[in-house]
């Protein structure tokens, strides 16, 4: 009820929060009732707007979700990563080609 305790010290709703977060009023009752928990980019969101996890979850479901989004972020750079090597790869094969044409 970590979540519930934050609302309350806020003096705000789950409709209220719901709405200032843009997020559906379901979405925020699932997470109250431990149903569903925060996506990585909603988790970015809390903490761009200054909530910590551990103000809405409890510690071990704040841990979790840190090292789930961690992952999440890992992947998405190794992603990233993939992909410009990839461009640069192309980059360069493409200029071998076109001095190669210009050389014949």
Same mark, same amino acid.
Do not use: C
């Given at each position: =009820? +970590? ?9 705000? $709703? ?6 200032? =977060?843009?997020?559906? &009023? $379901?979405? !925020? +009752?699932?997470? *109250?009732?431990? &149903? ?6 909603? !988790?970015? @969101?809390?903490?761009?707007?200054? !909530? ?8 071990? =479901?704040? /841990?979790?979700?840190? &090292?789930?989004? +961690?992952? *999440?972020? !890992?992947?998405?750079?190794? +992603?990233?990563?993939? $992909? ?11 200029? *071998?080609? /076109?001095?190669?044409?210009?050389? @014949?």
């Amino acid at each position: =009820m +970590q979540f519930l305790k934050f609302l309350h010290r806020k003096n705000i $709703t789950q409709a209220e929060f719901a709405d200032k =977060m843009e997020y559906s &009023r $379901t979405l !925020i +009752q699932a997470w *109250v009732k431990g &149903r569903a928990f925060p996506s990585y980019d909603k !988790i970015l @969101k809390l903490i761009q707007e200054g !909530i910590a996890l551990n103000e809405l979850f409890n510690e071990e =479901m704040s /841990d979790r979700l840190l &090292r789930n989004s +961690q992952n *999440v972020e !890992i992947e998405r750079e190794r +992603q990233l990563e993939s $992909t410009d090597l990839s461009n640069a790869m192309k980059l360069l094969e493409a200029r *071998v080609a /076109d001095l190669e044409g210009k050389v @014949k």
